[in-house]
């Protein structure tokens, strides 16, 4: 008996493992079909699952649709960037909430000490953009899940962001995202990835 394959091993079946990874590309065009805000509740409510350090839940999403709201966030895009970013259907600006640990009692009610624990502020943040950014690969993956296509950016002022958008001090902004159905240019080809024996080894103790 021949040994399984890879997908032989995951409890996904091959189409769904396709879709969330070895289909999906990082889309640079995207169609004119709107992303309502049905899909982004129930890419939100499968998504949240995944987990935070405390529980924390950090993660703040702000959805961008209209030219109004598009106009504003443009000028602090890279140029690289900027011809997307006005023709998705939606641009997505995550941002961790560094003042998160207000909300522990709520969510992490069996350590009611667990607030006093990040009093302060330099290691709240650094709490809150660690955990939110591990929320923000959950939510590429919940995109895909519903069939649509992320395209993240990092080319932007994040600060003019911030300032533009949050202006309340508690907000730090990490990261773009366009959103939507893929479009005929939806990146490049699939570039190498590393090999297993590339990136796993076993540490045997002794």
């Known amino acids: 008996m021949s040994a ?11 189409a769904a493992q396709d879709l969330l990874f070895r289909a999906a590309r990082t889309a640079n065009t ?9 899909q982004v509740a129930a890419i939100h409510d499968l998504i949240r699952y995944g987990p935070t350090a405390l529980n924390g839940q950090p993660l703040r999403v702000l959805l961008l649709r209209s030219p109004e709201s598009r106009a504003r966030l443009l000028p ?3 140029s690289g960037n900027r011809a997307k970013t006005a023709s ?17 009692p709520e969510l992490y009610p069996h350590r009611p000490q667990a607030r006093d624990w990040l009093a302060d502020p330099t290691a709240r943040a650094e709490h809150a953009r660690f955990n939110a950014t591990l929320q923000i690969g959950y939510l590429i993956v919940g995109v895909r899940a519903a069939g649509l296509a992320a395209g993240p950016m990092a080319g932007f002022n994040a600060g003019g962001v911030q300032r533009e958008f949050f202006p309340d001090g508690r907000h730090e902004v990490l990261l773009l995202l366009n959103v939507g159905r893929a479009g005929p240019d939806a990146g490049p080809g699939r570039l190498p990835r590393l090999d297993t024996g590339e990136v796993i080894r076993t540490h045997d103790a002794g």
């Open 4 to 14: 399984p394959t890879t997908p032989d091993l995951l409890a996904l079946d091959r």
């Open 76 to 78: 602090y895009v890279s």
């Open 88 to 104: 998705a259907p939606l641009t997505v600006v995550l941002a961790a909430d560094v003042d998160f640990h207000e909300r522990l």
């Open 30 to 38: 995207f169609t004119d079909e709107p992303v309502t805000d049905a």
